[in-house]
């Protein structure tokens, strides 16, 4: 925990170094899930997401918002503006979600407020995304059923030796897991980030590429038939038509909040 916490700090005194305002910083990635490996075999990476605040002149001069990945040595960082930010995080992307649920973070003290409200209505946040979340979801165990052995340039090593990226198959089950857990036990967002102690081998055993071809291939094709009934017997449940949606307006109204402090604080300085 030390050297994660450590990262982002560093990180994030880097990005302030270079112009620019770091409202949040967060990890992202196999630690969120208690599937990170850290052995002489292989070394989990220290991927981060931090959200970035924009200056007036970016919004006076109606500057294209900031989306980027940079490299590190941990990792990857991907900077985001925070309105393109809270615009994805508001159609239930899994992989924003997620930032709202790492247990390693850091907040400007100057946003401190607002995250403190953020942190404690995300549940009710994804509660009300149910619907979108499901489909985000389902859509994205599409995007490892595709790419499980599809030779895209940054895993054609894998293809090449294996047949297939296990990570893919690995990612696709957690997911699977996460919504069996979220939907059909009813446990809250935040625990089931955390379950995976349960089936933690299995899921390393799938990332490591410890199976045969036939299997990841059987594998993926039996937890798509899952997700995809439990996607529409989901569906049918939720009636959009009445379902609270307020709370993605006081979240956008955070946002504001946000952006206009830090306008506030830099008029401050005029």
């Not at 696709?172 to 979220?182: P, S």
């Not at 996607?231 to 049918?236: A, F, M, S």
């Amino acid at each position: 925990m030390t050297q994660i916490m450590e990262a982002l700090e560093t990180q994030k005194k880097r990005l302030e170094a270079h112009g620019y305002t770091v409202a949040y910083i967060c990890l992202y990635g196999s630690q969120n899930y208690e599937l990170d490996i850290n052995n002489i075999d292989y070394q989990s990476d220290i991927d981060m997401k931090a959200i970035v605040v924009p200056t007036l002149d970016d919004l006076v001069r109606n500057s294209k918002p900031m989306s980027t990945v940079v490299e590190t040595e941990w990792g990857q960082c991907d900077i985001k503006d925070i309105r393109p930010y809270f615009q994805t995080l508001l159609k239930a992307n899994p992989s924003y979600i997620e930032t709202l649920f790492s247990k390693y973070y850091i907040v400007d003290e100057a946003f401190e407020n607002e995250f403190i409200t953020i942190f404690n209505k995300r549940e009710i946040l994804v509660d009300a995304l149910k619907a979108q979340s499901i489909r985000a979801i389902y859509g994205m165990m599409c995007e490892k059923e595709k790419a499980l052995c599809h030779p895209y340039p940054s895993i054609a090593h894998k293809i090449e030796k294996y047949g297939f990226d296990g990570k893919q198959l690995s990612h696709a089950h957690r997911l699977w897991l996460m919504m069996n857990y979220y939907y059909i036990e009813n446990k809250p967002l935040a625990d089931c980030f955390t379950h995976n102690k349960i089936n933690s081998e299995k899921l390393i055993d799938m990332k490591l590429n410890r199976h045969s071809l036939e299997y990841a291939k059987s594998s993926m094709e039996e937890i798509m038939v899952k997700a995809k009934t439990l996607r529409d017997e989901v569906l049918l449940k939720i009636d959009e038509k009445t379902t609270d949606y307020s709370i993605k307006d006081e979240f956008l109204a955070l946002s504001q909040d946000i952006i206009k402090a830090k306008i506030m604080d830099e008029c401050a300085w005029v």
